[in-house]
């Protein structure tokens, strides 16, 4: 590859590239909007002060970016195995079940309570839901692609059956369970720092996104620094070596998947007992599929991964002040920058770093002269 | 207090053929009548329901109207947040000083187009295709088999469901293909209740030579000729009436039902299906009507005991 | 008395079929080619050697079009060429048989002999004609394969005649052969020379790539030496000696031959019996296979690849399960364990495809060195791996084994052939264990590393361990080897002492003997 | 006799659910077969539907629609092929921003070019692709019982679902018999083998990649203007990835290709005709259980009896020269 890594110092390589990556996304999409009549500039400006500028706008950037860590991770933590989990959205949401019979069952108990079953909860859902196409692809040799596509349907499905039939809340036109007690709520973030002087504004952010910065952490460390990581790299990267060594495949495959459900699961802690406080259809809203993203954006490493959930945050809390303050600028308008981003930061990484190279070696050569 | 409208449409968002559009229509509406600006906004996602309340809130925007029943939530919370400001919340009741709910009895709107769907089917079978198997959208079949089953005790209603996640409302391709298994089975008229969805099932009957039933606002028009009526939901009259009330001060909060008697739900007629309707379909339907609102027709309510009798 | 033509240069010569003038090629810092210039004569066998790494593959490569050259010129027959791609060497005559072949393991041999030149949109005529060639060159050179098997499932001597084949089905005048015999046997090698002999007789050019002197001597009219990205020096392989090119190599004086004293042989440590290997389909791999390798020995297995050795070194390691039959260590049963637990039990596995097994090459090259050995105590820090510690292992194994360069954080797939079996050899002798399996320990290394490494097992076996090694060199096999048990269709066909002459072997490998 | 009449209803709707995840599953094979991994089905059949129905709304002819859409189809195609190809970027996250610009920019573009809430203005006669009748279709239907098989299930669709099935033979031939299908497969399986057979392993990939395009822009237009009568935002609701999922089941291969997606077509029309009707013996059962079943039993499927699933070797892997 002409410019591959390596040529550039680290510095360029992991600041400067993204960066300019990032700028030829915010240049197409701002010729978009140039085309339906905004300013471009100022749509940056709003996009960037909107997420960034103010203590609500960047508390729910961090909300938006915990979902993403969750599913980044769950991805990635497959992706390590070898495997490609389709299905966080689907695990999420299982996992919202369980996080919600907990908090249902706990109603009126304190949060701090609460939290660590429901965290339990969350994981043993994901994990379950993740398990059975796991377990398809090891002992059946189903592909997990299809069946974790499947899982996300039947757990739509499952979904809606026991919202409308068994857990609804009597009475609601919506399918949804009835809204858990105040005490039992994940208190947002402003509460815990309002005693201390700081005002965040309100925003759903809470006591989650450390959970979700701890299970960074933990992936992190599971990943390069336990032996069940190690089993699992091995076998993603090279399965008979992996047999070789002693690895049984079909654990491997189980266990990566549980995890990568488990993690998928805990955004629901976020969603059901952070910011929504009931179970409601569709409270993941798509980012198991935007972890898929992130967690390649991220190259599968957590700090990566934190860093990629923390552009899409921006991305979605940005784009919501964009089209609130701009009514021209549509939502539509948002995801078509959104995917811009993608494309141009994610796909299109290499697109700057050739003429870097060269511009790095003219410059090294006139050094050298 | 100033007069600061705004309006804050549900995922479905301001261009929905549906309830979301009929919103936009009365602000529209109003806007021209009264002369007065609005400010919307189209959510994208759960979290920004309260969030775009409160930035509504925050620059002063007065009366805040949030449509559909899933923004009950943020709207009780923003409400408490600014008790000065007003609010109306359409499909759901949020019981708070500043806050009118407005509800619809669909499930009488529903009643009548049963009425003219029995009239009308020769075969004595009629479909109903909705989005989602929830509670809502069960009240407008509930009541659509009612009036239907009132008006000729032997027919059949065939129900469906498209299904379980978001996409259930924008799949005109599966909508069709529903409406074509019942029209395969006999069914000659077919109402839906399903969004975008039901864009498919109308094509589907207007391509088998068969009548659809519109929903929410005039879908009479999408195949002239073609479609029996439109069961109509009017929030573009209660958007337009809150903002009204608002403008002149008679704000009131609590909640208002809107049912035949007050205008709220209502079968469409027009230019388009003028010829669909006889008079002895437009009599009978005028009666039932009457009676629902003398109260001799009791319509029942999917919603009151999750059940339909019938 | 016949004359040989002395090169004359009053009468014109015919023009090179190859001169390469100056080529330089670096990969970023890595210059893997410094101003190289090589001729070869036209319907001659040209011979390169050289140390891994030394920038043979990516010389040829430049001229198969498949890399780029920074600087420099090629001239074939004569007249300057621009070699852009691969497309162009093919156009000019040129073919190559790469080391790692590139075949499409899911086609047929037909498939894939037929790629990128079928002529015609429509395959069936194509076909036609390259079932003709195949039927014609397994006349006249014996060069047999069924067309219709599918690659992936044929042995590497099939598949590297399917390469050959590739390249005379576009019509080569010039074939490049990368490391060719690495992975055959002594009998299909000399298939090959014999095939290339008379390719050479049919007024071919033939340049091949190899690291074993002996045949350098036997095939080639010329060889060129090659050290560090240079051509150090070109011979005519009659006027030169086996000796003189290692030295050339290396840069130091090589022993061909490690000497070893005789074994003493003590318990028996692995004991194998009436053992049955079956794949999925049921067929039998293994039949009733029954040996010892006691301490301080090494029992050598010969045979041809694809006759069951692989699969019984694997199933000995517990890759595969065992149909039938016994296998102990030491004392323990161990057939049917998992390759965990019987490598818990003091035997190690050098096994003998590297890349597929005994290395993930995409990881950096200290936690390869805890492949298989992940679950070792020393290597543990409470819940997680020491990271210290098998770094710490790391660098000594690479110190001892003398792996170049000594960079542990490098990603495995960035060292050579020759270093990454060293890598793999470190890992499994330093456990010190009871019963060391290898499997072809010096395929594609170069001589100076093959020295190394015979020293080492010669070292294990001194140290009283029992070793049993499956080779397909005779000549590595007779030079270890206390013993030599001989393997044909899955069963051992014979024994014999090491000094038995190479023929001999051959044929009982062929299963003549039995 | 009924139940044949009823089997052949639901196998007639099982053909035309199928259409557009055949036509997205052979436009995957295509791309997939060559290297290049298409999760951005999804996307570009949203285009396709997009542009296929604002232009026969336009222009009132449903061919011109197909151009249209095919076009839009192919330009998303080589954005992705530019990527994973040129660029050797990642081919999972340029699917995916596939699909978030092709949901964006059709919502957007609809609602400024047509102000009907993304929609495009439905389109009638000629502007959509009529059921076509093959011969012997009356005297079929009035037969009844097993003409009706006929008249159901093989007469009476558009041209773009005989076009599709037509898809599946073609696909066939040219991936096993042809020249270029060899090469294609040969690229998708060790690219290294075809570039020193000397033949340009991007070239192949961009080819596979356009006729990739192709089909998704076949699949868009018959969910717009032939299953539709315009476009909807977000009508694909999903086919892209079912599609995917059925490539997978598949093996990637044509024939099976289309067996699965008749499967995936036929256990939609089975629940779809199902639903609300009670099932001897269980009686009343939730809607929820016919509208898993599709899924439910796919799983059960692929665990059972289709075995080990191995995708092209090189799929999803950037080609470059160094190992
Ligand atoms: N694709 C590549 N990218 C970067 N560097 C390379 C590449 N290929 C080869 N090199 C460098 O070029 C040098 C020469 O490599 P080459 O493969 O030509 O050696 P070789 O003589 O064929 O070795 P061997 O005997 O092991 O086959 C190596 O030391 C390596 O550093
Ligand atoms: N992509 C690369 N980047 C840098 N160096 C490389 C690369 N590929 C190979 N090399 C270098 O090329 C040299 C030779 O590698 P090569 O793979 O040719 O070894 P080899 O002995 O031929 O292996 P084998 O015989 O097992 O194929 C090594 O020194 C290695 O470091
Ligand atoms: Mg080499
Ligand atoms: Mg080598």
Redesign the interface.
Known sequence: MSGSRGELPPLVDYLVVPAVNLTLAFLVSGLVVLAIGENPLAAVRIMLSGALGYAEGVGYTLYYTTNFIFTGLAVAVAFHAGLFNIGAEGQATMAGLGVAIVCLAFDGAPWWLVLPFAVAAAALFGAGWAFLPGWAQARRGSHIVITTIMFNFIAATVMVYLLVNVIGKPGAMNPETRTFAEATRLPPIRDMLLPLGFDVGTSPLNPSFFLAVLAALLVWLLVWHSRLGYEMRVFGFNPTAAVYAGIDPARVVMVAMMISGALAGLLAVNEVMGVQNRLLLEFVGGAGFVGIAVALMGRAHPLGIVLAAFLFGVLYQGGAELSFERPKISRDMVVVIQGLVILFAGALEHLARPPLVRLFRRTRRTAEA | QQFQPAILYDLGGRNDKSFNEAAFMGAEKFKKDAGAEYRDFEIQNDAQREQALRNFARRGQNPIIAIGFSQAQAVEKVAKEFPDIKFAIVDMVVDLPNVRSILFREQEGSYLVGVLAAMASKSGKIGFVGGMDIPLISRFACGYVQGAKATNGKIEVYQNMTGTTGAAWSDPVKGGELARSQIDRGADVVYHAAGGTGIGVLQAAADAGKLGIGVDSNQNGLHPGKVLTSMLKRVDVAVYDSLNDAKSGKFTAGVKVLGLAEGGVGYAMDNNNAALVTPAMKAAADKAAADIIAGTIKVHDYMADKKCPF | MPIAPIPDARIPALPPAIELVGIDKRFGTVHANRDIHLTVDKGSIHGIVGENGAGKSTLMSILYGFYQADHGRILVDGREVRIRSSADAIGLGIGMVHQQFMLVETFTVLENVILGAEGAPRLAAAEARARGLIERLARDYGLTVDPDRIVGELSVGEQQRVEILKALFRGAETLILDEPTAVLTPAEADHLFRILRRLKAEGKTVVIITHKLREIMAVTDTVSVMRRGEVVATWPTAATTVERIAEAMVGRRVLLHVPKGSSVPGRTLLAVEGLDVRDGRGARLVEGVTFDVRAGEIVGIAGVAGNGQSELLETIAGIRRPSAGGIRLGAEAIGGLDPAAIRALGLAHVPEDRHRMGLVLALEAWENVMLGYQDDPAYQAGVLIDGAAVRAAAADRFRGYDVRPPDIRLRTGLFSGGNQQKIVIGREMERDPDVLLVGQPTRGVDIGAIEFIHRRLIALRDRGKAILLVSAELDEIRSLADRVLCMCGGRIVGECRPETPETEIGLMMAGVAA | MEFVESAA??LG?AV??SV?LLLACLAGLWSERSGVVDIGLEGKMLAAAFAAGAAAAVTGSAWLGLLAAVLVSIAFSL?HG???IS????????G??????????T??LG??WF?????TP?VQGDARFQPIDLPGEVAARAAGGFGRLWSEVVSGHNILVYLAFLAVPVTWYALG????G??L??VG??P?????????VAGLRYAAVTIAGLLCGLAGTY?AIA????F????T??KG??A??AL??AKWRPVPAMLTCLLFGLL??VA??L??TPLPVVGPV???VF??LP??L??VL???F????IPP?ASGVPY????
Do not use: C, W
């Open positions: 209803l639901v709707s035309r659910l557009p954005v530019f990527a994973s660029q050797r970027g990642n081919q999972i996250v340029s995916v921003a596939i699909n978030f610009v092709a949901a964006g920019l919502a957007l609602q400024a102000a009907q809430g993304g929609r439905p018999r042809t020249r270029f060899l090469r497969r040969a399986e060790n290294h083998a075809v570039d020193t057979a000397g033949i340009s969910l299953q539709s009568a315009g909807i935002r977000d009508m609701a999903g990835f079912i995917l999922a997978v089941f939609d029309a779809i005709r639903q609300g939730p809607v929820q509208q898993a899924y439910v796919t799983v692929l665990a059972g289709i075995g080990r699933a070797r470059t020269k160094d190992r």
